[in-house]
């Protein structure tokens, strides 16, 4: 049904900038809301950054990340990137991409991306 696909992850040191792309393909139809998560071994996955399709679109990010991190997405598309300034150690965990329909069928439903790792050095 649904695609998502990750790429960006990698190791850095402190202080330092990633930017983690995604796309999603298949039945998408209507308004989504797509975003970055992010799970570190043994916590739950929380949220990183979310933007809404259309326009104009609405960001929310974690107040952690605020300030450091931004979300983006070209409209009309299902893509989405997450630029990272000023990492930090805390920042290190697998991120995930994520999709959720806002209307049809699959309204609510959570797609998945496979995870990609973020690993920021002191």
């Known amino acids: 049904q649904v695609q998502v696909d990750e790429s960006g992850g990698g190791s850095i040191q402190a202080g330092g900038s990633l930017t983690l792309s995604c796309s999603a393909s298949?039945?998408?139809?209507?308004?989504?809301?797509m975003g970055w998560y992010r799970q570190t071994s043994g916590e739950e996955r929380v949220l990183v950054a979310t933007?809404?399709?259309?326009?104009?679109?609405?960001?929310n990010y974690a107040d952690s990340v605020k300030g450091r991190f931004t979300i983006s997405r070209p409209r009309g598309q299902n893509v989405v990137y997450l630029q990272m300034n000023g990492l930090k150690p805390e920042d290190t965990a697998v991120y995930y991409c994520?999709?959720?329909?806002?209307?049809?069928?699959?309204?609510?439903?959570?797609?998945w991306g496979q995870g990609t790792q973020v690993t920021v050095s002191s």
């Open positions: 994520n999709l959720r329909p806002m209307g049809g069928s699959l309204r609510g439903h959570d797609f």
């Open positions: 933007v809404t399709s259309g326009g104009p679109a609405t960001t």
């Open positions: 298949g039945d998408l139809f209507g308004p989504n809301v």
